[in-house]
């Protein structure tokens, strides 16, 4: 068993599965004033940041706001700025054992933003990331022997 992988986009770090893995309460600040957004790749030679640019732009786009209530990521892959002044961690990764989670901020429901040819890649990359490698663990319990015995 590889493991799953974990996808969580926007408003889904209020989920409860999120959270449980998280191990907090996910808490942050938002606005929704139409704003431009600016994300920055931060780290290009991730396997997620394959594809795109050193920044784009989205607007309008709903505002996430630090401090965002989650442990360090293991990597930090995309910053967001807002018009407002404020930053947002808006692509993290985790490992929860042998599993995978890419949380990607945009994509409040009332804009295009899925439509955005980059948000596309950037969810397609990470799907490829998170996806169980097929190494695994070393299988444990009851099974029949390599070979005859006896």
């Not at 401090?67 to 807002?82: G, K, N, R, T």
């Not at 054992?97 to 890419?102: L, M, P, R, Y």
Request: charged content about 25%.
């Amino acid at each position: 068993m590889g493991g799953m992988g974990l996808i969580v986009l926007h408003s889904g770090h209020y989920s409860k599965i999120f959270k449980k893995l998280m191990g907090t309460d996910c808490g942050l600040k938002w606005r929704e004033a139409h704003e431009k957004e600016r994300i920055w790749t931060v780290d290009p030679s991730h396997p997620i940041a394959r594809g795109v640019p050193e920044y784009f732009e989205l607007k309008p786009e709903e505002m996430y706001g630090e401090h965002f209530d989650i442990p360090a990521p293991d990597e930090l892959i995309y910053v967001s700025w807002f018009e407002g002044g404020e930053v947002f961690r808006s692509g993290c990764t985790f490992r929860r054992g042998q599993g995978k989670i890419f949380y990607f901020r945009p994509g409040h429901e009332t804009y295009p933003t899925y439509y955005h040819p980059i948000v596309r890649r950037i969810i397609a990359n990470g799907v490829h990331w998170a996806a169980p490698s097929g190494a695994g663990v070393p299988v444990r319990g009851n099974h029949q022997p390599l070979e005859p015995i006896g």
